[in-house]
């Protein structure tokens, strides 16, 4: 029955209190339901509080206010930072054994598959072994070093300083001077290695390139389906079920999760993930088209040539078929800058695709149909505009009506009008 409890949040809200007064909370009404034995994503915007969100759930964070965030006090949870930490006090082994365990995780067999598995270089292999080895070897017994007495019998240099000279040493051991990856391969397989009951980690995947990520995703999936890494096949059904959360700055590789979460507008979605790989491979197959060469990117030249490449779909982005080339063209230009969220002056495929979900108001199915039959797109798009903008002012009275932006004569506002003409209700 302990195995069916499961990891939920109801309503949770959080604001960090150095956030400016009136930014509201981070994180607004926020709920969700995880059950054990599940490979969980975190999918966001960057900001929306996708870090802040995994902290809550590994305890580093608590909620703001009497709010319902559960998490099986019997399970243990390891919170694995995005940065990777490895200790100069200690050895290699040391740092991958660091932490609980139940004795069995630290076998150094085990230690060295779980590196080899991640694709741990065989230099880096080699110093893991050697970390072994001194640690197993028998410690020489001291010899007095008289030349490091003075005159008077006191050994020069203080306490302080001794242990100074001992942490450099530890400092400049060959496993400082590792890859960036190769430490953060590390410091994913610490977290293997100690195999807890929930592994919380904080964007794994950001490091690598394609292939390696996908190996660590591989190693995740099968955490959390044999509930460890390298344990006996024996012993599965005396194990507790493995719970592995995520969080990613890019939905690309994400097909063997059992549930991806998107955080945005401070709230926590479910995504349905039938509908969303359908809309990865129709955004993917527009996305491609637009990459004239190949660099994974759009420029503002390949964006706009939109107009030639595919016309019908300038409807997802708000342009009728029938506007003058030079107007759309125009009009796709300044679409550009709202599409380029990272203001790189270059589209990768995440932006694109938060766009089109953005357009749709993560109607993943309306968005997905939107791309197979374009036509008629646009003509909805004005007309949602024009009834999110009607809803927002039928509680006003007609002598409130604001000032209409002149942006707004775009969804039926006469460009000379200055007030909403709103009728009481």
């Known amino acids: 029955p302990q195995d069916l409890v499961q990891i939920y949040a109801e309503n949770i809200n959080f604001s960090y209190p150095s956030r400016p007064q009136g930014t509201g909370y981070l994180l607004d009404g926020a709920s969700f339901a995880i059950s054990q034995g599940q490979l969980v994503a975190v999918a966001g915007p960057k900001g929306c509080g996708k870090k802040t969100l995994l902290e809550l759930m590994a305890g580093v964070l608590l909620p703001t206010g009497p709010d319902k965030l559960f998490v099986p006090p019997h399970l243990r949870v390891l919170h694995v930072s995005k940065n990777p ?10 740092n991958l054994t660091f932490g609980p365990s139940d004795g069995q995780d630290e076998e ?7 590196c080899r598995r991640l694709g741990l270089s065989q230099h880096a292999l080699d110093l893991v072994e050697k970390s072994i080895y001194k640690k197993e070897a028998p410690k020489k017994p001291k010899v007095e070093d008289n030349s490091r007495r003075t005159i008077i019998g006191i050994v020069s240099g203080s306490v302080q300083s001794a242990a100074m000279r001992e942490l450099q040493e530890n400092t400049l051991a060959p496993e400082q001077g590792l890859p960036y990856t190769e430490k953060c391969l590390l410091h994913i397989a610490r977290a293997l290695v100690m195999n807890p009951e929930v592994l919380i980690l904080h964007k794994p995947l950001e490091h690598f390139d394609n292939i390696v990520a996908r190996r660590v995703v591989d190693l995740l999936r099968e955490f959390v389906d044999l509930r460890g890494i390298e344990k006996p096949q024996s012993t599965l059904h005396l194990r507790r079920p493995r719970t592995c959360i995520f969080s990613v700055g890019q939905t690309n590789g994400l097909e063997d999760v059992d549930m991806l979460l998107q955080v945005n507008n401070k709230r926590v979605e479910m995504v349905d993930l039938v509908s969303f790989g359908k809309l990865k491979q129709e955004v993917g197959t527009l996305f491609h088209h637009l990459d004239r060469n ?23 982005f708000g342009v009728h078929p029938g506007t003058e080339i030079a107007e759309a063209k125009r009009r ?3 679409i550009f800058d709202v599409v380029d969220d990272s203001g790189g002056g270059k589209l990768d495929f995440e932006e694109l695709m938060a766009f089109i ?15 197979r039959n374009p036509a008629g797109v646009a003509q909805k798009l004005a007309q949602k505009k024009m009834m999110k903008a009607a809803s927002s002012y039928k509680d006003l009275d007609v002598w409130d009506s604001p000032e209409v932006p002149q942006h707004t004569t775009v969804i039926g506002f006469p460009s000379t009008s200055t007030k909403v003409p709103v009728t009481p209700c």
């Open 357 to 371: 979900r953005e357009q749709f108001n993560d109607n993943l199915e309306e968005a997905v149909d939107a791309l």
């Open 294 to 316: 190949v660099d994974n990117l759009l420029d503002r030249e390949e964006f706009v040539n939109l107009t030639e490449v595919a016309p019908p779909m300038m409807e997802l």
């Open 85 to 94: 930490q490895i200790l100069p006090e200690i050895s290699l082994f040391e």
């Open 108 to 114: 150094p067999k085990r230690v060295l598959s779980i």
């Open 332 to 334: 796709l230009n300044r």
